[in-house]
């Protein structure tokens, strides 16, 4: 008796410590994340019928404080969220949304900016998600995953901070349909 009661204490002992070491690293990772990036970055997508088929896309990121982030492609597309407007043009087609009307792009919208201003654990509590933290090489592995399968949005979604300045330096999604769409911070 006295052993299991010394491997429960033990037990829940490590657990206390994980979960102040994790909350330590959000803090870190929220305190120190720049107010502004201005990066190229490189986007990766792969469609759901083929997987392995990837198209890489190229281009300009301006992200600041706290709603404005643009993705302006060298292809010609544009992403971008400012306040509570998205626009996306992708070609002929241009698309505009109210985020404060459309849950699914607010979702993705704050998804986005959450991840870059540090706000994780925000990010877990608004949008319901289980949180696993991991260090690899000077970087914070930082994994959200869904807690249930939905239609749209996101089933998990990965991102990886630099452990000494709090900036991101990558993003990678994947979709409940499975189409995944990674980025990489120059």
Do not use: W
Request: charged share 25%; hydrophobic share 35%; net charge positive.
């Amino acid at each position: 008796m006295k052993r299991i009661l010394s491997t429960v204490i033990a037990a829940t002992f490590s657990l206390a410590l994980f979960a102040q070491d994790n909350t330590a690293i959000l803090n870190k990772i929220k305190e120190k994340a720049p107010s502004t990036i201005s990066s190229g970055f490189t986007e990766t997508r792969s469609s759901v019928s083929a997987p392995k088929d990837c198209k890489t896309l190229t281009g300009k990121l301006e992200f600041k404080t706290p709603e404005f982030l643009s993705m302006e492609y060298d292809n010609g597309e544009l992403f971008k969220i400012d306040g509570n407007r998205m626009n996306i043009l992708r070609g002929e087609k241009s698309l505009s949304f109210d985020l404060a009307k459309n849950k699914p792009m607010k979702n993705l919208s704050h998804l986005l900016i959450y991840a870059f201003r540090g706000m994780v654990q925000e990010l877990v509590d608004e949008q319901d998600t289980t949180l696993l933290i991991s260090s690899d090489n000077g970087e914070y592995v930082i994994t959200l995953a869904a807690k249930v399968q939905a239609v749209k949005g996101y089933k998990n979604a990965t991102f990886r901070y630099d452990s000494a300045t709090g900036r991101i330096k990558s993003m990678y999604l994947v979709e409940f349909n499975g189409k995944s769409t990674g980025y990489e911070l120059k």
